[in-house]
Every structure is written in structure tokens, then in C-alpha cells.
């Protein structure tokens, strides 16, 4: 199948599955062919609004049925969709407006007392729409501005007269990066782009009508919608959406909609493994069965993000036995990049093979390719890899080099050609002559029985250049003292690898989805 958009994939679906559940959040369900019309419609009033093709437009919304309507009426009307993490404040979301030179912003009413203040300091940002009611006050602080409620916006549009000519090369997607080890800077993916990481994705996992997927990641990461929204759309499954990260809603959704495909980031892990409550009666057998596994429906987890731990692997196979395909990719290539699926052997600690369309391989510092077994930068090339970060060229031609993506990460490839994740570059502590993975390092920790969450990041030394720091929570009524955990450390690392520094917290900075914000535990370290 060839698709140059996102679009294609909505055309086809909407077509062959019209009748069929599109999107589900409660009890509310959007079948194909009403989502495609209401997408249509919401891009005809944005249009009527002064939005065009190539305008950049921020979008900052929970996981409701208004996050894929919003995205893909952007998309229709050739405009870029810029997703906003949730847990922004006003000076990031000023930082995004500015550098995206966004034209507008679409957002949940909650969101309002950080946008507001944020988008009056930005001249380019001329339109909001809102979700919901705004205060007076509100709607006076944003004059002379645009701004219209979303839902009376499709309410009184007229369905789109005419389709904008969209070109694959057209950008469609500007992605921000985490921001773990450095600023967020603004992934941009074309519409091929797009289209190429669904169809990759949705080959890999043989994905089919029949399938449901749980929408738990909050959908402006981009395993949210690059993977659970655009891979399920294209393939005519089901997305159902999760409003909130909790024990409860997770796993009564997943046993409500029979979810089958549970996308995740290893920290959502254990919530699964939290003992889904058996409370109630049943009047069928069907029903019955279902509160003495709510989770009996899930066929496959696939997780990525971060490193899945072997005992969470080990706890998951034993409590599912279900298929765990653990895959590894970035921003600038995404959803993922390699995984372990259905037509290969898992290998758990491996993050399995290139997805098709892609080709992966490992450099040296020189920039020519290393042998298998071999630990070098992860380079990549295919139909998914970004058109380059926005208004960023130097840097784009730093990540960019003949058509291959320097990710920033490194590995080592067997001559199978299973990947095997080691750290990523600014990762790695330099010191007095060697180089210490800190991810080797973290895993020997976490291994304690005492210690619930650990990072590590190098430390400024005059005599070492750096030297090994650790941040360390540990689990509820344990205490450890530095001397215990170096002894403990003593039988397992080098002793240039164990941490001369120790710092004990009650809590890690962590990004949305989990993800430690080792960005910040350096600053931390040189204040």
C-alpha cells in the first residue's frame, strides 16, 4: 500500500468502516464515517476563522474525542499540528508559541490560566479556541484576539467545499522533544513522514480492523498519536480513550471495551500488576469471566520510552502471558524505530529489529559503520526520519548527514540484527579516562530491595573531569545510608563505575509520561 497522508488512511477507513467505532471515550462513540464528517466540517470552520494552509496551530488537550477531531481538521486543511505537553506552564508554552511562530491554539477550558498570559506575549498567536466556557476576564485578556468555543465552532460550520491541495512534502507535524537532556526543539515530520511511521508500524504488529486499542498515554506524546491514534485509524481498529492514568480507569476500560493492544511507557507498567479489583456480580458467563480477569482480552503490550526493567518483564509475563514487543525509537523518527514483534523471536534486553521502510545501523565517532557486538551512535534512514528540527539548520544538518539520522543514542547491533539500547550519548560520564553508562549503573541500583527509583548523571571534578552521582528514592519506611549501597554495588560494577556521590530523595522530577528529567538532576548537581 502507498499513502502520502494521514488523510489517505481517514479516506480508506471511513469508506470501508463506516459504520464501525472510531474513536470510543465513555459512552460516547465516534464511528468512522461521523468522525471524518465532523473532521471535515471543524476544517471548514477553521478555515472560516482565517486558518490556512501552512499556519501553525498549538494543541493542547486531554485524551477526548476533540484531540483526533482538532488534529485531523488541522491536517485536512493543510495547516501543522503542533501537540503541547500537559503538564506545560506559561513560560514553556511561551517558548513553544514563539519558537513554533504558532498562528493559534486550540485547548481544553482547564488549560486557560496558563495559555492565556502565555499567548498575549506572543504577537503571531492571533486566535484561540477553547473547549469550553471562559471566564469574562479571561475573554477580556485576550482581546483583540480571536476567540470562538470549539464545539459551537462545528456546530455552525458547513462541511468543507473543497479539500486544499496538500503535497507529501508538505510539513504536517511539529513534535517537541522531550526536553530530557537539553531544550525541546521542534521535530518536523511532512505528511509522508506521517504516513510512512503509521504504515510501518501498522505492518509490523499486523494490525486489523478488529483490533482495540487503549488510548492511556497521554496523546500529544508521540507513542499516543503517532502509534495508539494514527496506527489504529489507518488499519480501521478501535481508539479507545483514557482520560486519566489511574489503576481504576485503566483497567475498567480495558475490560469494558475489551481492549486488545495495550501501548505503554514502563512506568504505566505496574499499574496493571496492581490486582484489577473482582467486586460484583455477574448475570452471564461472558460476564463472569470478565471479573475474574478484567484483563483477559489483551493480546500484546507494546512499550517503549524507556528501558523495561527484567523484573517488571518477568512480573508481566508471569501475571499475562502475553507477547511483550519492547521497542526503542526518538522524535525525529517516530513512533519507533526497531521493536521486538510478532514475525521474529523476543529477545528480552533487546529492543529487536528495524521496522520495514527503515534501515538501522551503528557509527563510530568518525562516522563510518561498526561491526556487530560494537558499541556506537544509533543512525537511522528511512521514509519516517524528520525533514529536520524547525528553524533550527545548523542543528538539523548536525542530525542530519546523508540522509542518515544521528540520534543521539548509543548501541550495538548482533549480526541478526537485534539492536541493543546502551544510553544516550549526553548520557554517558566521562571519567578520569573512562566512560561510565549510567543506564549500567541505574540497573544495578534499582536491583536493591530497598531502592524504588534511581538516576544517574555525572558530577563536575576538577581532577576527573566528572565524576558518578547518584539520586536515589527509595521504597516507603526503608532507610539506606551511602555506605550500604556502595557495599552493595562493590560485587556487581568496576569500581570506577560505582557513585562516589549519593543523594537521597523523596522524589525524581519526571516528564508526562514518566520519563526522569535527568536534564534537570544536572543542574541540580552544578547549583
Known amino acids: 500500500m502507498v499513502a502520502r497522508s494521514l488523510l489517505d488512511f481517514l479516506d480508506i477507513s471511513a469508506a470501508k468502516y463506516a459504520t464501525a467505532d472510531a474513536f470510543v471515550y465513555g459512552e460516547t462513540r465516534l464511528t468512522y464515517h461521523y468522525f471524518a464528517s465532523v473532521a471535515n466540517r471543524l476544517a471548514s470552520g477553521f478555515a472560516g476563522l482565517g486558518l490556512q494552509r501552512g499556519d501553525r496551530v498549538a494543541l493542547m488537550m486531554p485524551n477526548l474525542p476533540q484531540f483526533p477531531l482538532v488534529y485531523y481538521a488541522l491536517l485536512t486543511l493543510g495547516a501543522q499540528v503542533v501537540p503541547v505537553n500537559l503538564l506545560s506552564r506559561e513560560s514553556e508554552i511561551e517558548a513553544l508559541l514563539n519558537d ?32 469550553g466556557n471562559l471566564t469574562p476576564e479571561q475573554r477580556e485578556a485576550l482581546k483583540p484576539r480571536v476567540c470562538v468555543e470549539l464545539t459551537k465552532l462545528v456546530s455552525e460550520s458547513q462541511p468543507l467545499a473543497k479539500r486544499p491541495v496538500i503535497n507529501p512534502e508538505d510539513p504536517a507535524l511539529i513534535l517537541y522533544t522531550s526536553g530530557t537532556t537539553e531544550a525541546p526543539r521542534g521535530v518536523v515530520l511532512s505528511h509522508e513522514n506521517a504516513a510512512a511511521a503509521a504504515l510501518s508500524c501498522w505492518e509490523t504488529f499486523n494490525i486489523n480492523h478488529e483490533h482495540r486499542f487503549a488510548a492511556a498515554l497521554p496523546l500529544f506524546h508521540n507513542l499516543g498519536h503517532m ?47 496492581e490486582g484489577p479489583g473482582r467486586n460484583g456480580s455477574a448475570n452471564t458467563e461472558t460476564e463472569a469471566a470478565t471479573l475474574a480477569d478484567p484483563l483477559s482480552s489483551l493480546q500484546v503490550f507494546l512499550v517503549s520510552g524507556a528501558r523495561l526493567e527484567d523484573h517488571l518483564r518477568e512480573a508481566l509475563r508471569q501475571r499475562f502471558g502475553k507477547p511483550i514487543y519492547e521497542g526503542y525509537g526518538a522524535a525525529e523518527c517516530p513512533p519507533l524505530i526497531t521493536t521486538n514483534r510478532p514475525d521474529i523471536a523476543i529477545k528480552p534486553g533487546s529492543v529487536g529489529k528495524q521496522l520495514p521502510s527503515l534501515e538501522v545501523t551503528i557509527f563510530d565517532s568518525r562516522g563510518f559503520e561498526l561491526p556487530p557486538g560494537q558499541v556506537g551512535e544509533i543512525v537511522v534512514r528511512g521514509g519516517a526520519v524528520m525533514k529536520g528540527y524547525y528553524n533550527r539548520p545548523e542543528e538539523t544538518q548536525r542530525a542530519l548527514r546523508e540522509d542518515w539520522l544521528l540520534t543521539g543514542d548509543l548501541g550495538w547491533m548482533e549480526a541478526s540484527g537485534y539492536l541493543h539500547f546502551v544510553d544516550r550519548k549526553k548520557d554517558v560520564i ?75 530523595c523523596p522524589e525524581l522530577p519526571h516528564g508526562p509520561t514518566g520519563k526522569i528529567l535527568k536534564r534537570m538532576l544536572r543542574e541540580r548537581s552544578s547549583n
Open 100 to 131: 513554533a511562530q504558532a498562528a493559534g491554539f486550540v485547548a481544553w477550558e482547564g488549560f486557560a490560566r496558563y495559555i492565556i498570559p502565555a499567548a498575549q506575549k506572543v504577537a503571531s498567536c492571533g486566535l484561540y479556541v477553547t473547549l
Open 227 to 273: 502509534l495508539t491514534m494514527n496506527v489504529a485509524l489507518a488499519a480501521g481498529a478501535c481508539c479507545v480513550l483514557v482520560p486519566r492514568i489511574n489503576a481504576n480507569e485503566v483497567i475498567s476500560t480495558i475490560a469494558r471495551e475489551k481492549i486488545t493492544h495495550f501501548v505503554a511507557v514502563p512506568s504505566m507498567l505496574p499499574l496493571l500488576l
Open 430 to 504: 566521562k571519567k578520569g579516562g573512562f566512560y561510565v553508562f549510567s543506564q549500567e549503573v541505574e540497573r544495578c541500583l534499582i536491583s536493591h530491595p530497598k531502592v524504588r527509583e534511581c538516576a544517574v548523571v555525572g558530577a563536575a571534578d576538577r581532577a576527573l573531569e566528572e565524576e558518578v552521582k547518584a539520586y536515589i528514592v527509595l521504597r516507603q519506611q526503608e532507610s539506606a545510608t551511602k555506605e550500604e549501597i556502595v557495599s552493595y554495588c562493590a560485587s556487581r560494577l568496576a569500581a570506577y563505575k560505582i557513585p562516589h556521590h549519593f543523594e537521597f
